[in-house]
């Protein structure tokens, strides 16, 4: 892979307008073809309102009712049958700064009643502890929705937070992936901006883990031997892994940042380790060079990754609904090209397939029962944007 030298990152901030404007050329740098950004692309938008910094967007499963936390602590939801939007109460008390906030929701797969009426979900926050660290946490509870504007979470409990707390402002990942069959809850743990936590298996950080759905470490995880914290990890050695996603197949993927260059999709193993900090296909913020993958064979290499970056939102393994040719591809919210990336994989190899250009810094993105794609835009009066074939 190339590394980005003194060159590249001279052109760097020139490198990231040309990936704002439309038909510019983008070097992809996983050995593929340059990639075509398009201004309006395969997409007719529409705004479906706006929110306080989004963060993460989850529809609860079999309504059309999409749930939006919000950086700053808040919830809403937006029925998109009906336009009603709603606030939710009963939410945990959160460390709203740099990275830190409100973070993931999810809900389980197996409740799906046409209706929300009451259903387990779960949330993720950074959690400002006692105040001289924070820490990633993930909590389950019962959602109430009684009123037609209004749902409270009951019985929200904490069922598992990163070891140690750090005092770092960063990196706390926290995406929640159940797997196909239902049985288990995979989730990210960044390693907190302190790198030498994702090769240390005392740890959780810079970790993915697998736990069972109240939050226990779950059986036969690959060092469970080790007991404690061990035995919840399922991969390690990631830096700050903002997208967690079960393709078609069954299969575990995760979408991470690098440091300066290095974004990247790798396919997740159990036991496995993806080499961070001692590799990287990006350098240090310093500029020191960091060890590209290609020379510790020993660690699993990326399928595919970015120099400059993308910077990463969330994804979604694409159904095909709306259009067919994408079926099982990754669809990448983007906030450093302010686009979405379409990515193919097949086997241990990524290809780039398109960008398509937004107007601001996109956060997540999820798929409607009807095959449409709702995507947020990032920050203060970030928009909820639904897009359909153009």
Known sequence: MRRLNKIALALF?????????????????????????????????????????????????????????????????????????????????????????????????????????????????????DGSASFAAMGRGTLVCEEADACRIEGLTQIWRQQPAIRSMGHYSHKIAFSPDGRYLFLSSGERMQGAPAQDLGTNLGKVLRLNLDGTPAEGNPFAGRGGVSREIWSYGHRNLLGLKFDLDGQLWDLEHGPRGGDEINKVVAGDNYGWPVVS???????????????????????????????????????????????????????????????????????????????????????AADGSLYVVEDGPGGRLLRLTPG
């Open 281 to 367: 296909n990006g350098d240090d913020y310093s500029g020191a060079p960091i060890p590209d993958h290609p020379t510790r064979p020993e660690f699993h290499a990326p399928a595919i990754s970015w120099n400059p970056v993308i910077a990463p939102g969330d994804w979604l393994f694409y159904s095909g609904t709306l259009w067919p040719e994408w079926r099982g591809q990754a669809m990448i919210a983007t906030l450093g090209t302010t686009a979405i990336v379409r990515v193919s994989l097949d086997g241990e190899k990524g290809t780039e397939q398109a960008r398509t250009r937004f107007d601001k810094r996109l956060r997540d993105i999820v798929e």
């Open 13 to 129: 901030p020139a490198a990231l307008a040309a990936a704002s404007c439309g038909s510019a050329q983008v070097a992809n740098n996983a050995g593929d073809s340059a990639v075509r950004v398009t201004a309006a692309g395969p997409f007719k938008v529409e705004s479906k309102g706006a929110f306080d910094s989004p963060w993460a967007v989850a529809f609860a499963p079999g309504t059309q009712v999409l749930f939006v936390t919000e950086k700053p602590g808040t919830m809403k939801f937006v029925d998109l049958a009906s336009g009603r939007r709603g606030t939710v109460t009963g939410l945990p008390k959160v460390l709203n700064q740099g990275q830190g906030g409100l973070g993931d929701v999810a809900f389980l797969p197996s409740e799906a009643p046409p209706t929300l009426g009451r259903r387990t979900i779960y949330l993720t926050w950074a959690d400002p502890g």
